[in-house]
């Protein structure tokens, strides 16, 4: 019999959850309209202390949505992170728009702002114009250096898109990632910090974009009394019951995100001092909620290589990912314009995800550092 599964990030569900739920089977909310929704997206705009939130189905959706409420369409220009995951930039595709890729620099893992000033700099010397919008991601929880970002999109006016899908809870200065931007985005798939089973989240402080993302992902219906529709719309709305999950799940977000951050300073005191691994550190400001531990194992220093730790915890039954593959890598969008610099190229020939559920237990933990230490000798 194998040994039961150690995964990479599952749920983890508080005390509050199934409450909910349950109220709203005994209020029959089973529905895409309902209480929870409308207080979910209170409770969540008032955690990030911004001002307007509509909960969808989903991160993709969200940012999908914000695309078109920043009037992306057929053949503009769209900047975004290379390194990410294509939930990212698939809407750009959806929207038959052209993604731009920005590298990252090695502090943050996220989009170089040297490199994005480049990059705009450039499409407007090639284009004729600038870039529609910019869409900046903060992967695995650690804060884009979003400030630097922000001024050089303001310095050319264009909007920015934040993808703070796994970044709930970050911060710099003490202020929520996915604020910072024109329009932020969360997501609460299965595997993040906090989860709904799947669905998503957009906000702002602009009033009207977001009465705007309800309108479009309630399959765009005009005010009257039959059905009548003067633009495309989508079906793009969270249920009640999943809202009343993530509900339960923002009780407990702060305690979910000392829990990844205490994974994360386990590997780092227990594998830090090995030749070749080092680990993605926060810069003075920055807080990351952590939600992936990751680490970067440099062949040419260490005893061993990524695949041969991802191999060894394969076969112990341990879930451990590569991280991501650039966007600028994928062959699906290897035609689009990119601005690379090497950085996440080498980090994910070198780097690795590993287990980093807030429900981890301290022995399964344990046993991660012991089949790590073992392929080093
Ligand atoms: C960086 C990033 N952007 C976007 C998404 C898309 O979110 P969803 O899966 O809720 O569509 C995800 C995760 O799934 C993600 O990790």
Redesign the pocket.
């Known amino acids: 019999m194998s040994k039961p599964k150690i995964y990479l990030s599952s749920p983890h569900m508080g005390t509050k959850e199934f409450d909910y739920v349950k109220e709203a089977f005994d209020t029959n909310w089973i529905s895409p309209v309902g209480p929870h929704i409308t207080a979910f997206e209170s409770e969540l705009a008032q955690y990030n202390s911004i001002s307007h939130c509509a909960a969808l189905s ?4 969200a ?1 999908h949505l914000a695309l078109i409420i920043l009037g992306v369409e057929q053949n503009d220009e769209v900047i975004c992170s290379s390194f ?2 294509s ?2 930039c698939n809407p750009i595709a959806y929207q038959k728009a052209i993604p731009v890729f920005i590298d990252s620099e090695p502090e943050t893992w996220n989009m170089d702002p040297a490199l994005l000033e480049q990059a705009i700099e450039d499409r407007i010397k090639k284009t004729g114009k600038a870039p529609k919008a910019i869409i900046v ?1 903060h ?1 695995y929880g650690m804060p884009a250096k979003i400030e630097q970002i922000m001024s050089i999109a303001r310095k050319f006016n264009i909007p920015v898109i934040e ?1 703070a ?2 970044a709930l809870g970050s911060t710099v200065n003490d202020k929520k990632l996915g604020t910072f931007g024109d329009l932020g ?1 969360f ?3 299965g ?2 910090i906090i989860t709904t089973s ?3 989240a957009l906000v702002s402080e602009n009033e009207a974009w977001i009465a705007k993302a309800r309108f479009l992902a309630t399959q765009a219906r005009d005010q009257a009394p039959h059905y009548q529709h003067t633009e495309i719309g989508f079906n793009y709305r969270l249920s009640n019951i999943c809202a009343g999950i993530g509900r339960g799940q923002l009780q407990v977000l702060d305690e979910r995100i000392k829990a990844r951050r205490a994974n994360f300073d386990h590997y780092f005191k227990h594998l830090s001092d090995y030749k070749g691994f080092s680990f993605p550190k926060e810069p003075s400001f920055f807080f990351s909620n952590r939600w992936l531990s990751t680490i970067i194992i440099d062949p040419l220093k260490a005893k061993c290589d990524r695949e041969k730790i991802r191999l060894a915890l394969e076969a112990e039954n341990i879930e451990a990912r590569p991280l991501w593959k650039p966007m600028h890598r994928q062959p699906v969008f290897a035609s689009y314009p990119n601005y690379q610099n090497g950085v996440s190229d080498k980090l994910f020939e070198q780097g690795l995800c590993l287990p980093s559920g807030s429900n981890l237990t301290s022995g399964e933990i344990s046993s991660v550092l012991e089949l790590i230490k073992q392929q080093v000798g």
């Open positions: 989903s991160g993709t959706a940012i990410t995951f939930g990212t991601v992967l993808d899908a796994e985005v997501s609460f798939n595997n993040k799947g669905g998503g």
